[in-house]
């Protein structure tokens, strides 16, 4: 009636203050009860923070204030728009009870959970003092502040849990990032690979932490985030990817490493999606530079050594790869051999992106036939084991690789075969590796690529000759003289 005779006369309704409203929630000399209704009779039409935050500490507990935000609403009282409210509300409706609590023995101001700059400072400073309670509560300030979160906050406090260990946590937080449609920065996702992933040397297999779980399982957590953060606007970058293919292939998971190598396949030369690039502010320039680091030369070319390996006793058994050429006949279908994967995943990429893989297979299968059956063939315990397990002999692998590439690789090779040179050892090893000197009874080849063997040899001959000299100071002895190779004498060729 007041509010009409108001409209007539020009005479603006009185204001209710939010102090007067929370200093009347907060009179213990009435009951809950009769100052909502109370409340509901002076004709208030929303709740301000204060008022809110005295009615949760007059209800204790975030079920009581659950039912009294709903009988208020019937009242006809909402509460305003503010991001404390909004804080209240999720904590209530979710039923966390601790950060419930947390939030009303907190000494901050309600005004001040709008603000970011001191949010995020006093973020920062709970992780310094360990304050988790605090910082979880925060971090859901800062979530509500803006529409996708703050990528900054949630990055700080995986970064804390990361430097912990805590496992549990990082997958709770980065599957609530990943709802909120926010990217793991690329510091945290190198810190999650020395860390967790486990430290590797430059040529070396990596060393995995000592776990419960199987090494793979946070390396694939690592891939999973990485993948997720390229997409949504974080630059990776190509060494990043490079060392994640090489994790995978030593450790000889190949199935890992051929699902990551299609999806770059994808992401950089396919241009599958195309607005990946502009939200990490990459130009075609960059993409192409980053495709060209990393399908390499010697990327590609590690491929096919990393499929001759033998399976890794923890991976997933694989099935014999179908040759691309047959993929999509429901007839006639040929599959290589689980040695080939390697070059078969190069034909693959041949086919789909028209990037020439040729001349890196041929190069590739030259090198490992040379170290599994050559003159100096290697001892080290994987490579004897590939011969055995596969029952590979050197005519087989070179026919076999010859018909992945469709005779492209070895033009030629199969009459040479069906010809009598094909008994002829030195025949075949000459074909293969180059021209063959014998003297006193030893044979000894000469690669093609006769200049670079002999500038890699001289360049070790000088570097060892230096050392040499730093230890000894005078000539080494026969057995450590640099130009002392044991490992060029004739062994058994197997063809």
């Given at each position: 009636?007041?509010?009409?005779?108001?409209?007539?006369?020009?005479?603006?309704?009185?204001?209710?203050?939010d102090?007067?409203?929370?200093?009347?929630?907060?009179?213990w000399?009435?009951?809950?009860?009769?100052?909502?209704?109370?409340?509901?009779?002076?004709?208030?039409?929303?709740?301000g923070?204060?008022?809110?935050?005295?009615?949760?500490?007059?209800?204790?507990?975030c079920?009581?204030f659950?039912?009294k935000?709903e009988?208020?609403?019937?009242?006809?009282?909402?509460?305003?728009?503010?991001?404390?409210?909004?804080?209240?509300?999720?904590?209530?409706?979710?039923?966390?009870?601790?950060?419930?609590?947390?939030?009303?023995?907190?000494d901050?101001?309600?005004?001040?959970?709008?603000?970011?700059?001191?949010?995020?400072?006093?973020?920062?400073?709970?992780?310094?003092?360990?304050?988790?309670?605090?910082?979880h509560?925060?971090?859901?300030?800062?979530?509500l502040?803006?529409?996708?979160?703050?990528?900054?906050?949630?990055?700080?406090?995986?970064?804390?849990?990361?430097?912990?260990?805590?496992?549990?946590?990082?997958?709770?937080?980065?599957?609530?990032?990943r709802?909120?449609?926010?990217?793991?920065?690329?510091?945290?996702?190198l810190?999650?690979?020395?860390?967790?992933?486990?430290?590797?040397?430059?040529?070396?297999?990596?060393?995995?932490?000592?776990?419960?779980?199987p090494?793979?399982?946070?390396?694939?957590?690592?891939?999973?985030?990485a993948?997720?953060?390229?997409?949504?606007?974080?630059?990776?970058?190509?060494?990043?990817?490079?060392?994640?293919?090489?994790?995978?292939?030593m450790?000889?998971?190949w199935?890992?490493?051929?699902?990551?190598?299609?999806?770059?396949?994808?992401?950089?030369?396919?241009?599958r999606?195309?607005?990946?690039?502009?939200?990490?502010?990459?130009?075609n320039?960059?993409?192409?530079?980053?495709?060209?680091?990393?399908?390499?030369?010697?990327?590609?070319?590690?491929?096919?050594?990393?499929?001759?390996?033998?399976?890794?006793p923890?991976?997933?058994?694989?099935?014999?790869?179908?040759?691309?050429q047959?993929?999509?006949?429901?007839?006639?279908?040929?599959?290589?051999?689980?040695?080939?994967r390697?070059?078969?995943?190069?034909r693959?990429?041949?086919?789909?992106?028209?990037?020439?893989t040729?001349?890196?297979?041929?190069?590739?299968?030259?090198?490992?036939?040379?170290?599994?059956?050559?003159?100096?063939y290697?001892?080290?315990?994987?490579?004897?084991?590939?011969?055995?397990?596969?029952?590979?002999?050197?005519?087989?692998?070179?026919?076999?690789?010859?018909?992945?590439?469709?005779?492209?690789?070895?033009?030629?090779?199969?009459?040479?075969?069906?010809?009598?040179?094909?008994?002829?050892?030195?025949?075949?090893?000459?074909?293969?590796?180059?021209?063959?000197?014998s003297?006193?009874?030893?044979?000894?080849?000469?690669?093609?690529?006769?200049?670079?063997?002999?500038?890699?040899?001289?360049?070790?001959?000088?570097?060892?000759?230096?050392?040499?000299?730093?230890?000894?100071?005078?000539?080494?002895?026969?057995?450590?003289?640099p130009?002392?190779?044991?490992?060029?004498?004739?062994?058994?060729?197997?063809?």
């Amino acid at each position: 009636m007041s509010a009409l005779v108001g409209d007539v006369h020009g005479i603006k309704p009185k204001q209710i203050s939010d102090s007067f409203v929370a200093k009347l929630l907060a009179t213990w000399a009435f009951p809950l009860d009769f100052l909502v209704n109370g409340i509901g009779f002076l004709a208030i039409e929303s709740l301000g923070p204060q008022a809110l935050r005295q009615l949760a500490l007059r209800c204790g507990n975030c079920t009581v204030f659950g039912e009294k935000i709903e009988e208020l609403k019937r009242l006809g009282i909402e509460s305003k728009a503010s991001n404390y409210a909004r804080v209240m509300h999720y904590v209530a409706r979710e039923g966390q009870e601790s950060m419930f609590q947390t939030l009303l023995r907190s000494d901050q101001h309600p005004d001040t959970f709008g603000d970011a700059k001191v949010q995020t400072a006093l973020l920062h400073a709970f992780l310094r003092r360990n304050d988790l309670h605090n910082a979880h509560l925060t971090l859901i300030v800062l979530s509500l502040l803006e529409k996708r979160g703050n990528a900054n906050a949630w990055n700080a406090v995986l970064k804390y849990n990361i430097w912990r260990r805590d496992e549990p946590a990082i997958e709770s937080l980065v599957r609530r990032m990943r709802s909120l449609q926010i990217a793991v920065d690329l510091e945290n996702l190198l810190i999650f690979r020395a860390r967790i992933v486990g430290y590797r040397r430059a040529g070396h297999r990596p060393v995995h932490r000592v776990s419960n779980s199987p090494p793979i399982q946070p390396l694939n957590f690592l891939a999973g985030m990485a993948m997720f953060s390229l997409h949504n606007g974080v630059n990776v970058g190509a060494k990043f990817w490079i060392e994640l293919l090489k994790r995978y292939g030593m450790a000889r998971y190949w199935k890992s490493v051929e699902r990551l190598t299609m999806w770059l396949l994808s992401r950089y030369r396919l241009d599958r999606d195309p607005e990946w690039a502009a939200r990490c502010g990459l130009d075609n320039r960059d993409v192409h530079r980053d495709c060209q680091a990393i399908f390499s030369h010697n990327l590609l070319g590690a491929l096919v050594v990393w499929g001759l390996r033998p399976r890794s006793p923890g991976s997933p058994r694989d099935t014999p790869p179908v040759h691309p050429q047959f993929m999509n006949k429901s007839h006639n279908t040929w599959q290589a051999e689980p040695w080939a994967r390697g070059l078969v995943l190069l034909r693959r990429i041949e086919l789909q992106s028209n990037m020439p893989t040729i001349l890196t297979a041929r190069k590739a299968i030259r090198q490992r036939m040379w170290i599994l059956f050559g003159p100096a063939y290697s001892a080290r315990a994987i490579n004897p084991e590939t011969v055995r397990l596969h029952n590979l002999t050197l005519s087989h692998c070179v026919l076999h690789a010859n018909q992945i590439f469709e005779g492209r690789l070895f033009p030629g090779i199969e009459s040479f075969f069906d010809g009598p040179e094909a008994t002829s050892r030195t025949a075949v090893m000459t074909m293969l590796f180059g021209q063959v000197k014998s003297s006193d009874g030893r044979l000894q080849l000469i690669p093609a690529s006769l200049g670079r063997l002999r500038y890699e040899l001289n360049k070790r001959k000088r570097n060892l000759k230096y050392r040499h000299k730093l230890k000894y100071n005078h000539r080494p002895p026969y057995q450590h003289r640099p130009y002392y190779y044991r490992s060029l004498l004739m062994n058994q060729v197997v063809i």
